[in-house]
């Protein structure tokens, strides 16, 4: 069964920096793509960042480069979202989500999110 | 990029079948195969209900179905039941190699 775990959430002030990270299991790590997607409260999903299989290739929503940056350890099968400069505009619930394939596919399973609070 | 264009809700008896329209651009929906359906119920994370236009992953409903047509992408919910009322997202790959969601449609199951 595949499962993504996230952590790292947490109250931050703005101009705060916070690292995310998503422990997987269940499915070959280093055979997908992985992404996070995040969600404000009472609001839609936001696509944030994806991460090819091997690492290789990253994409990022063009409002957020420069202060999130995706990255993936496959030899711990773990995700990680380092954001830097938070705003409150952040805030929001962060799902890790697994990609069908070794690119940038649809998201065929979800983490249940860890919430990030930009606050003074 | 600009989110995908969903209606806001939907509403429908039991029984009856629904559609929720998701309207791109070219550059998105309208080049890609990459267009997937996510069912969001209260408090839990997204569920994908359709992948890559009209592909049902495996445990999801065959009263659920999707289609492209041009710009455009739809999810069908034939049958509709109480366990359906949730919020509903489309997402396409785009010619920039990023992803985009849809602004989310909530059905409601009268």
């Known amino acids: 069964e595949v499962e993504l775990l996230e952590s790292g959430g947490g109250l931050v002030q703005p101009g705060g920096s916070l690292r995310l990270s998503c422990v997987t299991s269940?499915?070959?790590?280093?055979?997908?793509?992985l992404s996070w997607v995040r969600q404000a409260p009472g609001k839609g999903l936001e696509w944030v960042s994806s991460?090819?299989?091997?690492?290789?290739?990253?994409y990022s929503e063009d409002s957020l480069k420069g202060r999130f940056i995706i990255s993936r350890d496959n030899s711990k099968s773990t995700l990680f979202l380092q954001m830097i400069s938070l705003r409150v505009e952040d805030t929001a619930i962060y799902y890790c989500a697994k990609q069908i394939g070794s690119t940038a596919t649809d998201f065929d399973s979800w983490g249940q999110g860890t919430l990030v609070t930009v606050s003074s | 990029q600009s989110a995908l264009t969903q209606p806001a809700s939907l509403s429908g008896s039991p029984g009856q079948s629904i559609t929720i329209s998701c309207t791109g651009a070219?550059?998105?929906?309208?080049?890609?195969?990459?267009v997937s359906w996510y069912q969001q119920h209260p408090g839990k994370a997204p569920k994908l209900m359709i992948y890559e236009v009209t592909n049902r992953p495996s445990g999801v409903s065959n009263r659920f179905s999707g289609s492209k047509s041009g710009n455009t992408a739809s999810l069908t919910i034939s049958g509709l039941q109480a366990e359906d009322e949730a919020d509903y997202y489309c997402s396409s790959y785009t010619y920039r190699s990023t992803r985009v969601f849809g602004t989310g449609t909530k059905v409601t199951v009268l």
């Open positions: 070219t550059g998105d929906i309208g080049d890609y195969k990459f």
């Open positions: 991460i090819s299989a091997s690492g290789a290739s990253l």
């Open positions: 269940g499915f070959t790590f280093s055979s997908y793509a």
